[in-house]
């Protein structure tokens, strides 16, 4: 990609996992996890239900700790104590349950927690959201009534559209994708596709878990593999085969 | 003109039925007791005045509920903190009467809030504990004494004064209604105050302090209670420990009628101050019918019960 290849070969990695470990009171969900994330690349995380690669995308954004190991974002250590924190260092989640306020319109799901205000009284500037909102969606090709619907009424391709609508919006360098396409059709899967491809353009790092092999050999640039807490490997998606990458999951020849 | 037909479908019914509700018992009590002094500037501006602490506390829980918590400790608080104040009062300025008021208010707010929101128990068993707590509290404070308030300016301003002619409940009623509604609608705080009751974990994930912000509802209904007590105490020139006793069922129907969700993250601070009132009217016309307590009581549960019913029938889909 030519985005990618803009960036010195010396710029450090966008995220840097080191030897991370995470244990729930004596059990082990991640033992020994090394990966790295570049800016313009799009790293698939693939592996069987229970790998722990949800785990694993929650102690990068601050949701867990790390029972040990080190993350490094622009080749600096960070210690992420809540999402906010690693918002702020521009870093999105595409959540696997979205984590979207049902009950409230889209644009206040767009901007939730970045409420933009107005005035000396700080006033919520709805206007502004509304308008900003309509760009995101269309521009995203992500087709809602209105900026105003409630998340609610909204099926379940709009909201997936609307999650990865305001991940993208927000990151500024590293977007984390727990299965963005598990609920979606095929016509709404492949304007998923085009979203991550937009990422890599506008040269972020994406690290999206995906259980179609099909998907990420789409629109991967490497393939992680994690089985029951291990990094197995990670390979080059263009020098490696499906079977390798299924006998890498199962750890069956 | 798609987007102007969803933005009509999506309105919800049940924000509006508490207007129809009011305009039609206005209407319904006008005609029935026409010759009873009912549609007067006197008796409406009465009503709006009776019902000032109880739109004060209705305020103080669109927030609770919108947050996705409860609470049921505000009758108690309002005995405490005037019970507290006149006490105060009778050996020192108003203000500081008035700022004991306020602060034993925000007291018992913020325990009700570090349980809830750092201890992480649910609010409706926290307030259900703090509530049989404070009854005995209030109880015991003045072993079942009554306070007198002889402050004249502590009486004006929290009771029957006024300020060029406007009576000051009235101005509170105001003040606290176009406060309440401004940072519930208007603020970054209002809207993380819906966020985390509508979804507290989605809220997190965007990095929303859900616990701050439960706690912050917590406090915030202590002291409108608190102000409530302040009021009663104003306008009845003394403080009892029955004060409030009977409030919470009255708040939680004007706010629920309102049409502010039960189970969060929906609501109104208008809806409020109209059920608020819808409840205030009901008081005062069953009265002027001659209605007798007992009657009264049970005509209003069940008026309260149709209310509740339809708003939550027409708020499910």
């Not at chain 2, 004249?152 to 003040?175: E, H, K, Y």
């Not at chain 2, 176009?178 to 997190?204: K, M, P």
Request: aromatic fraction near 6%; hydrophobic fraction near 50%; charge should be positive.
């Amino acid at each position: 990609m030519s985005a990618a290849a803009a960036v010195p070969a010396s710029a450090p990695p966008v995220l840097g996992l080191h030897n991370i470990r995470k244990e729930f009171g004596g059990v082990v969900a991640i033992e020994d996890f090394s990966l790295d994330v570049r800016a313009g690349e799009v790293v698939a995380l693939v592996g069987d239900n229970g790998a722990g690669k949800s785990t694993l995308i929650k102690i990068i954004c601050g949701v867990y700790p790390p029972t040990a190991g080190r993350i490094l974002i622009d080749g600096g250590d960070v210690r992420f104590s809540d999402p906010s924190e690693s918002q702020a260092r521009g870093i999105q989640v595409v959540y696997q349950d979205l984590a979207l306020a049902e009950r409230q319109p889209v644009y206040m799901n767009l901007f939730l927690g970045r409420e933009a205000t107005t005035g000396p009284f700080r006033r919520l500037d709805r206007k502004r959201m509304i308008r900003e909102s309509e760009e995101l969606v269309h521009g995203l090709d992500v087709r809602i009534p209105s900026a105003r619907s409630t998340i609610r009424d909204l099926s379940g391709g709009q909201r997936q559209g609307v999650a990865i609508a305001r991940a993208t919006h927000w990151a500024s360098k590293l977007v984390l994708m727990d299965e963005p396409t598990a609920a979606l059709g095929v016509a709404e899967t492949q304007k998923v596709e085009k979203i991550i491809r937009g990422l890599r353009e506008r040269n972020l790092a994406v690290l999206v878990i995906s259980h179609s092999l099909d998907q990420v050999f789409r629109i991967s640039d490497r393939i992680c593999v994690l089985r029951r807490g291990v990094q197995v490997g990670v390979r080059n998606t263009r020098e490696t085969t499906n079977n390798e990458i299924v006998s890498m999951i199962t750890g069956l020849q | 003109m798609a987007g102007k037909l969803a933005q009509l479908r999506s309105v919800d019914p049940s924000q509006y039925i508490v207007y129809v509700g009011f305009v039609l018992i206005l209407i319904g009590f006008s005609i029935v007791l026409r010759d009873d002094g009912f549609l007067t500037t006197r008796n409406l501006l009465n009503i709006v005045q009776q019902t000032t602490p109880v739109t004060i506390m209705a305020v103080g829980m669109v927030f609770v509920l919108t947050a996705g918590e409860i609470d049921l400790s505000i009758g108690p608080i309002v005995a405490v903190s005037a019970l507290l104040a006149s006490l105060v009062l009778r050996e020192s300025f108003w203000p500081l009467g008035a700022a004991v008021g306020l602060l034993a208010g925000a007291a018992i707010g913020a325990v009700n809030g570090v349980l809830v929101a750092y201890v992480r128990l649910p609010s409706f068993l926290v307030t259900l504990a703090t509530m049989g707590f404070l009854s005995g509290v209030a109880r015991w404070i003045t072993d079942l004494q009554s306070v007198p308030i002889t402050n004249d300016t502590f009486n004006a301003i929290f009771g029957a004064g006024s300020l060029f002619g406007v009576p000051s409940l009235l101005i509170w009623t105001v003040a606290i209604v176009l406060v309440g509604h401004f940072f519930y609608h208007e603020t970054r705080y209002g809207a993380h105050v819906h966020a985390i009751g509508d979804s507290a974990h989605s809220a997190r994930a965007v990095g929303i302090k859900v616990d701050r912000v439960r706690f912050s509802v917590m406090v915030l209904s202590g002291v409108a209670a608190g102000l409530a007590g302040l009021l009663y105490a104003g306008r009845l020139h003394g403080a009892r420990y029955t004060l409030g006793e009977t409030d919470l069922l009255t708040v939680i129907a004007a706010v629920i009628v309102g049409g502010t969700r039960l189970n969060g993250g929906v609501g109104t601070i208008f809806g409020a101050l109209i059920g608020s009132l819808l409840m205030g009217l009901l008081n005062n016309g069953l009265i002027l019918m001659g209605l007798s307590v007992s009657e009264q009581l049970m005509v209003r549960g069940l008026i309260i019960l149709a209310a509740i019913a339809l708003t939550l029938r027409e708020a499910r889909r």
